[in-house]
């Protein structure tokens, strides 16, 4: 049994699906400033939801998934669960996901969250067998959740806090990807994707990962500003904000390079402090 809820787990991508379901609470509670019952749904709706989509993706990629060191262990292609049993995987996690987002909360709820669903394997994923620069319509899916649980609160779409907080992850998502592929650049080639590492070199690559973390800072500074508002929370982000902003300045301007894997983890760990934030402020 332990065994087949791993793999269900790892079809599910259950490692991003929790920060978007994290995200999607974020709309939540700065909408409405509370956790209240409908928190779980919320919660457990969007989760299941973003599983459907990461169990979509394994479908979707199991023949190149096969190609790279990186992947070649994931459910499909290393034969731990068959491709049909995986379509029956990605198929009731949407059925659940969706039953319980109609359910709990106004049909709009799950339309956004059917688009995440639709920007992230109906526009992303194809686009990258075409495209190095995918990733940005596909950074679509990063902005999208937070919209989930505004919408779930009764917000409006054109709120500047929303807007601002949605604008944040959508740009996060874009030095995210460069990263990765500053760390796994080859192995895309090896499955055939076009990578940027053939049209830029690691120096060229480093440097645009770096323009858009400075764009990602600058969007974390308005939403420290205009969210959160003098109160404790906005210090804290500020505080680590500018300690980002000044590592990874030492690094591209006095070393002329950034340590890949570290930018990597300080960035990802910007986007968690951004969530907990924002909620803890929400809340207090």
């Not at 928190?39 to 709706?45: A, D, E, H, P, R």
């Not at 939403?223 to 210090?235: D, E, P, R, Y």
């Not at 680590?240 to 002329?256: A, P, R």
Request: aromatic share 16%; net charge positive; charged share 10%.
């Amino acid at each position: 049994m332990s065994f087949w809820i791993k793999i269900i787990l790892e079809l599910g991508k259950v490692r991003i699906s929790l920060p978007i379901a994290l995200s999607a609470l974020v709309g939540y509670t700065l909408k409405t400033g509370t956790l209240n019952s409908d928190v779980w749904s919320l919660l457990f709706g969007v989760f299941l939801m973003s599983c459907s989509s990461g169990a979509i993706n394994h479908i979707q990629e199991y023949k190149t998934d096969a190609l790279m060191p990186r992947t070649k262990n994931r459910p499909i292609p290393s034969g731990k669960i068959s491709l049909k049993a995986a379509i029956g995987v990605a198929f009731a996690f949407f059925a659940y996901g969706a039953f319980i987002l109609l359910f709990s909360f106004p049909p709009i709820v799950f339309l956004t969250s059917f688009l995440t669903l639709i920007s992230y394997n109906l526009i992303y994923t194809p686009l990258k067998k075409v495209t190095a620069f995918a990733v940005v319509p596909g950074s679509l899916v990063g902005a999208l959740p937070p919209f989930i649980g505004w919408f779930a609160g009764g917000g409006q779409l054109f709120d500047e806090h929303i807007l601002w907080v949605s604008l944040f992850f959508f740009i996060g998502q874009i030095p995210h990807f460069w990263l990765l592929l500053l760390m796994f650049g080859k192995e895309y080639t090896l499955a055939g994707y076009p990578s940027l590492n053939t049209v830029f070199n690691d120096n060229q690559i480093k440097r645009l990962s770096f323009t858009w973390i400075l764009a990602t800072v600058a969007t974390s500074f308005i939403v420290a500003m205009t969210v959160l508002q003098g109160s404790i929370t906005m210090f804290f982000l500020l505080i680590y904000t500018f300690y980002l902003l000044f590592s990874l300045s030492v690094g591209i301007l006095v070393k002329k390079d950034i340590p890949i894997r570290a930018s990597f983890l300080k960035l990802n760990f910007l986007y968690l402090l951004m969530m907990i934030l924002l909620i803890v402020d929400s809340l207090y």
